[in-house]
Nanobody, 126 residues
Framework: QVQLVESGGGLVQAGGSLRLSCAASGRTVSTSAMGWFRQAPGKEREFVATISRSGSTTYYADSVKGRFSISRDNANNTVYLQMNSLKPEDTAVYYC???????????????????WGQGTQVTVSS
């Protein structure tokens, strides 16, 4: 089992920055690619970024490429999402995901053994 707790969300003006954190626990974290997804009101949950188990490989949605950066600290079982140049369209609930025994590439989509956090709200005002 994996437990995920997100933090760092909040209200920020357009052009500002936020850093989300995801604290992970459980024996399978070290074997899991990790990712961030988001869900805006009335929309489906969408892929934002994923990172491999070693942290050497990352993938980003086109909408956040060049503005967001995903990283992980395996010693502390934490995954981060640095969000810069935020836009109102980035407003959503952001979810952390652990994709057990999957690559960062595979983790961009839903899997049968994915674990999710409870989400953290990010609101970007114009």
């Amino acid at each position: 089992q994996v437990q995920l707790v997100e933090s760092g969300g909040g209200l920020v003006q357009a052009g500002g920055s936020l850093r989300l954190s995801c604290a992970a626990s459980g024996r399978t974290v070290s074997t899991s690619a990790m990712g961030w997804f988001r869900q805006a009101p009335g929309k489906e949950r969408e892929f934002v970024a994923t990172i491999s188990r070693s942290g050497s490989t990352t993938y980003y949605a086109d909408s956040v490429k060049g503005r967001f950066s995903i990283s992980r600290d395996n010693a502390n079982n934490t995954v981060y999402l640095q969000m810069n140049s935020l836009k109102p369209e980035d407003t959503a609930v952001y979810y952390c995901k652990a994709a057990t025994s999957r690559s960062a590439y595979e983790a961009r989509s839903r899997g049968a053994y994915d674990y999710w956090g409870q989400g953290t709200q990010v609101t970007v005002s114009s």
